[in-house]
Every structure is written in C-alpha cells, then in structure tokens.
C-alpha cells in the first residue's frame, strides 16, 4: 500500500496560485495512476485531477479545468497540483491518493491532507 503525504497548502488571496505535492513512499509509484481530490468545510470529498502512470494523460473536473495542471516525477515518487487563477470556492482541504483512472476512484488511503484557503 503506497503512504502519502501531502504538502504546499496556504492562505492566498485570490487570482493568486499555489503548488501542491504529494509524495509517495515506496518503490511502485509509476505502477499507480494518481489523483486529486478536496474537501471543502461542511461538504462531499470531491475529484479534481488525474494523471495516469506515466503522466502521458491528465484529466481534470469542469470546475478547475483550464485553471489547475496536475503532473507527477515518477523518478522522485511526487505528483503535483498547480492551482492557477485560484477562486474563494476552492478553498477545502486538499488529498492526493492512488486511484483507478478510468473512473477516477480513489484506491489507497487518504494522507492528512493539506490545508487551502482562499480569501475574496
């Protein structure tokens, strides 16, 4: 089982823009599609992004599309989240996780996470 772990969160204004990573322990990252999923206080776990093993496919929610870039490092185990544009309704907590990418379900344990508030 891959462990995660999560980081780059922050307070930002917004317009603003932040990167997040998530790296992952173990020697069989690339054998792992990977996403990006979010909380926001009071409300459903939702999906962001996905990338596939070898980063040749990316998949992103309407709601960030055009906005957000995911990307992995398979050679230093990371996957990334670079949040662009960034709008006070993506504030929430941030996870990344192992998922099956064709329908983007989560297929590891969630990290604790990293904190993203974005203020008006």
């Known amino acids: 089982q891959v462990q995660l772990v999560e980081s780059g969160g922050g307070l930002v204004q917004a317009g603003g823009s932040l990167r997040l990573s998530c790296a992952a322990s173990g020697r069989t990252f690339s054998t792992y599609a990977m996403g990006w999923f979010r909380q926001a206080p009071g409300k459903e776990r939702e999906f962001v992004a996905a990338?596939?093993?070898?980063?040749?496919?990316?998949y992103d929610s309407e709601s960030v599309k055009g906005r957000f870039t995911i990307s992995r490092d398979n050679a230093k185990n990371t996957v990334y989240l670079q949040m662009n544009s960034l709008k006070p309704e993506d504030t929430g907590v941030y996870y990344c996780?192992?998922?099956?990418?064709?329908?983007?379900?989560?297929?590891?344990?969630w990290g604790q996470g990293t904190q993203v508030t974005v203020s008006s």
């Open positions: 990338i596939s093993r070898s980063g040749g496919l990316t």
């Open positions: 996780s192992a998922i099956i990418f064709g329908n983007r379900t989560p297929s590891s344990s």
